[in-house]
């Protein structure tokens, strides 16, 4: 009974629990830059999987959609319209596409062309013409010469 009565003094209890507090303190420090490197490596990493899902997700349905406006542009390149059109291979899409801006740079510059065209009986006529004023412009030409004398001259004798 004696034993079972007998209790430590209360300084060396509490020594106990303090040094026990404190060895429990130290593991915490020991081990919480660990968890706190853990945890944040973890973070940014779930956070750059995050973001290069969202690049992904973005370029799938970018590509979800060049595939279904091919398919319907492999579907209208392949229907007949009027039965006067041909199916056309894959392989020559990019002639077909330039033949047709040649075909519209054409069309838009035919008006001009022909206008060339029809001038063509008029040029005996503008060549007289682009000749007779050539003439005009060299007599302009000489008088103008010959009044830069007489000023130049004029000038001279004022001094």
């Not at 894959?90 to 206008?115: G, N």
């Not at 000749?131 to 001094?159: D, F, G, M, S, Y």
Request: glycine share 2%; hydrophobic share 40%.
């Amino acid at each position: 009974t004696l034993d079972l009565n007998h209790r430590p003094p209360l300084c060396i209890v509490k020594f106990a629990e303090i040094e026990r507090m404190a060895n429990m303190q130290a593991e915490i420090n020991e081990v919480q830059p660990l968890l706190l490197s853990v945890t944040v490596g973890s973070t940014l990493q779930f956070y750059f999987i995050g973001k290069k899902c969202e690049i992904m997700q973005d370029m799938n349905r970018h590509l979800e959609a060049v595939l279904k406006n091919e398919r319907a542009l492999r579907k209208r390149l392949l229907k007949p319209r009027c039965q006067e059109s041909l199916p056309i291979e894959a392989t020559f899409h990019k002639d077909i596409v330039e033949l047709l801006t040649e075909a519209v740079t054409f069309i838009e510059k035919l008006e001009s062309h022909l206008q060339t065209f029809r001038s063509i009986p008029q040029i005996p006529n503008m060549v007289n013409n682009m000749e007779t004023a050539l003439t005009k412009t060299e007599l302009l030409v000489i008088e103008l010469e010959e009044l830069t004398e007489q000023i130049l001259k004029w000038r001279e004798l004022q001094r």
